[in-house]
């Protein structure tokens, strides 16, 4: 009786569901982690020194590279492969930091010279990778990690690989991890008061450079292990990183910039958006898959024009930060 | 020698598009202060526009059936055959070409401009218009029906293509010429509409319409206060510097023959920020230098890639070509860090009234101290005026 309904049920189910529907939220899980732990490191830059760091997706194509070559040395170590990448971005984002941001940050300069210099830092990456890969013997434009993808469980005659379980497991862990460190520890916290105001947090004794250079260690290797993980998930190439770029800044965008719980939810929405939902659309309306995108472009759009706080309810901050950087805006009219 | 004539051919012809694309961005950026991340938006929809333009047109004037401008097989050789066999229909679908490109431009740039406006802080219109040029890129490559997709649209001859074959049925042949004599004319077309450009924008520059732009980009409350429409420049200037990225991209399509979107990627508009910024943002005169340096630094990565690859058969040519790319990056941050306003700083604007305001400063309305009294004004300006009390005396005049 119970077996029979059982059946009855799962008919029902394969009735109403087509069939790529659970295996694209599955997917749609999978990127969202990835997208999450890609951009958490964003929002922290964001946060903290209010910079829209557009060399952030470049962590992502570094990181898996080295993905590429630690693997060669120790393959389906995933341990040692993920730590290498996150050292490797994190002295990246540190020297980047040192070398280019600060001393642009200490002359002044408006915010769109620093756009334009991390646009520049972005190239820069992007190039120095082409040109080394491209300058072996073997040539390295087209990678591919050596890691070994098996399917772990079958749900609903869907196979999971462990790369898709990997993504999830590490994107709760990270932010289960920073929520304890920006909320428990004496360094998370100090964290925190600068990206609420930077001079307050001085005169109160915080020493803002070394909470800032763990800053970008914490955001360079997240970049690097998300690297990792979308480089499992696809072949490494120089452009990973931009071709992520956009999505990247979807989320973060969505989640008003500067808020964490924001982004973790505007993660899951382009992951969602950028699989489950145009393949809802092309099984219905025969939009292209090309079109894909599109939707987070779109997204970034109306949430800038509609309301620029994003979609997490408690994210003011993204627009203090904003009217500091500016100074003198249309709306804020040049009071602070 | 003839190799010479080429190369400076080629070489014009790119300085020719990159002065026009750097001088719209620097209307837009270095005297409006809008700051457009997605110029190659505007450089793409005029390169496609034209494109598609003279891939319908050039049939439709030869009376013959247009049928499916994608086919390589039946209509790519029809092209080819009506381009460079009669100047009564290549000039003019050419001519088409270029007015549509333009309007097509002036219209996306009326479009971009609403969020312009709208948007509250500066730095989401930079994001918004990169946005809006990746996007573009999207649909041109998924959309085969608009410009054959990801192979792009091909076969766009140069417009004086029949000159060579008018040569060649001759006794002068073409190859005894020795040199690409349509490059050569159309390098020259190129230059002449960058000159074009160079004077609009001067025009404009040395105006009080250019006076209104620096107050604008200054402080728009200080220009609103004072009864200026600052949405209204805003919106204007943006159709006035899309109108000439739609034109430069219209040129662009005629020289290289084919559309595709590979060409307007963002590395496109990074290396126009870098010509304006290292000539000098607000200056047309610096942007003209900047546009020949960086023109020059990319032909002459390409010229010797393709000279080294020529004598070392194992050299990769992409490399040097990358290279160039982390030069400008290098170049950029640099000029960043150590001469933000570039190699020739902003000046001031030259109108008549400027002059008369000053001579009536000192008490001087005599014309023939005028170069005299212009050295004393560099003095009182390189001094430095509070940039609010400036503004104001822009707006005011």
Known sequence: MVKSMTIQAMVVFDNLVPYWVVPSIIISLAQGSIYVVASIGLTLTLAVVKLPNFAHAEFLTVGAYVGVIVSRFFP?????????????????????????????????????????????????????????????????????????????????????????????????????????????????????????????????????????????????????????????????????????????????????????????????????????????LNYYFGVPFGYAPLLPFAMIVVVLMVRPTGLAPNSQTGIAWLRRAFGKGVSSGGTN | ?????????????????????????????????????????????????????????????????????????????????????????????????????????????????????????????????????????????????????????????????????????????????????????????IMAFAGICYLVAQKLANSPYGRLLKSVRDDKVAAESLGKDVAKVRRQIMIIGSIMAGLAGGLYVFYIGVAVTDDYVPAVTFTIWVMMILGGYANNKGVLAGAAALTLLQRGSVEVSLILQASFPGFSSNVLIYLEYVAEAVILILLLMYRPKGLIPETRIETKAYQLFDFRKRDTPDPSSKQETQETTDVSDSKGKSASSNIDENVAR
């Open chain 1, 76 to 280: 389906n170590n995933l341990l040692i492969i993920g730590s290498c990448a996150f050292l490797v971005c994190s002295v990246a984002a540190i020297a980047i930091h040192h070398i280019v941001y600060q001393p642009l940050m200490n002359r002044k300069v408006s915010i769109y010279f620093l756009v334009l210099a991390s646009f520049a830092v972005a190239q820069f990456i992007r190039y120095v990778v082409y040109a080394w890969a491209s300058s072996g013997s073997a040539t390295l434009l087209v990678a591919n990690q050596d890691i070994r993808i098996y399917t772990v469980i079958t749900v609903f005659q869907v196979e999971i690989s462990n790369i898709y379980v990997l993504a999830i497991i590490l994107a709760i862990a990270v932010s289960v991890l920073l929520a304890i460190f920006l909320n428990l520890t004496h360094l998370g916290k100090s964290m925190r008061a600068i990206a609420n105001n930077a001079d307050l947090a001085r005169i109160s004794g915080i020493n803002v450079s070394f909470a800032v250079n763990i800053m970008w260690i914490i955001a360079g290797g997240l970049g690097g292990l998300g690297g990792v993980v979308l480089g499992t998930y696809t072949s490494v190439t120089p452009v990973l990183g931009f071709d992520a770029l956009l999505d990247i800044f979807a989320v973060v965008i969505i989640a008003g910039l500067t808020s964490f719980v924001g982004t973790i939810i505007g993660g899951y929405i382009v992951g969602f958006s950028t699989n489950t939902i145009i393949e809802a």
């Open chain 2, 1 to 189: 020698m003839v190799d010479l004539i080429d190369l400076v051919a080629t070489f014009a012809t790119f300085y020719g598009i990159y002065a026009i694309l750097a001088i719209s961005l620097n209307l837009e950026y270095g005297y409006a202060g809008q700051p457009n991340f997605g110029q190659v938006l505007f450089y793409g929809i005029g390169a496609f526009v034209a494109a598609i333009a003279a891939a319908n047109l050039l049939p439709l004037f030869a009376r013959l059936p247009i049928g499916n401008i994608c086919n390589v097989h039946t209509s790519f050789p029809v092209r080819l055959a009506i381009g460079s066999n009669d100047p009564g229909i290549a000039i003019p679908v050419w001519i088409i070409g270029l007015v549509l490109a333009m309007i097509a431009g002036g219209i996306l740039g009326l479009f971009l401009s609403y969020p312009a406006i709208r948007v509250k802080e500066e730095w989401y219109l930079s994001m918004i218009l990169l946005v809006a040029a990746e996007a573009f890129v999207t649909i041109f490559q998924n959309t085969p029906q608009l410009a054959c997709g990801i192979f792009g649209l091909d076969g766009i001859q140069n417009p004086f293509y029949w000159v060579s074959n008018t040569y060649s049925n001759s006794s002068f042949a073409s190859t005894e010429l020795g040199f690409d004599l349509p490059g050569i004319i159309y390098a020259a077309i």
